[in-house]
């Protein structure tokens, strides 16, 4: 997409690695707590706890998002001196920011699914959503701006969120034996 774009994606995914540190975080503790409460023999807490986890790292990203997007010029800063860089990312940094809240949702659950002993079912899932985000990402650079690229982490986030959720809520991993 050119020289600027890249400029713009690598400003923006440094900065988006900053703002889902505490997803990464609170998505290891759902899988931990998974884990331990199944071993407990208490599989029907683990619901109860994964939206705990889930208010607590909304709650969390919210306010670095919220920062992030009342001040974009003061993050990207930090990242570059150019000017028209800053400018050219601020729409894709507004998007990371609604990308952070709905990972802070996906990325538990998704982890929730480890945490149930069914890491295959987790490495499918993983593996036929990464198919079809590189394909959403294919199809935006051919189309649109940088900032629309960057959708394709609420396409992700979304799309390992609505599944892994329906796993959990549906599927037969509290007959499991871990």
């Given amino acids: 997409m050119g020289e600027t774009a890249l400029g713009v994606s690598s400003v923006v995914r ?21 884990s331990r409460i199944i071993g407990e023999g208490k599989s029907d807490e683990v619901m109860a706890m ?3 986890v889930v208010k607590n790292a909304v709650l969390c990203s919210l306010v670095l998002a919220v920062f992030t997007a ?4 003061l993050v990207l800063r930090i990242y570059t001196d150019d000017l028209n860089l800053v400018a050219a990312a601020i729409p894709s940094i507004y998007v990371i920011c609604v990308a952070t809240i709905l ?3 996906g990325v538990i659950y998704f982890e929730a699914i480890s945490g149930t002993g069914n890491t295959s079912a987790a490495m ?22 940088i900032a ?3 959708t394709a982490e609420w396409f992700y986030n979304i799309i390992i969120g609505f599944i892994s959720f329906c796993y959990i809520w549906k599927a037969d991993w509290r007959k499991r034996a871990i």
């Fill in 103 to 105: 990972g802070s949702v």
């Fill in 124 to 145: 499918a899932l993983e593996f036929g959503v990464l198919i079809a985000y590189m394909f959403y990402i294919y199809l935006t650079t051919k189309v649109s701006t």
């Fill in 148 to 150: 629309v690229v960057w």
């Fill in 14 to 34: 440094s900065t988006y690695m900053i703002l889902i540190i505490p997803c990464f975080a609170f998505a290891a503790t759902a899988n931990t707590l998974t």
């Fill in 70 to 73: 009342i001040f974009p010029d």
């Fill in 50 to 52: 994964l939206r705990k």
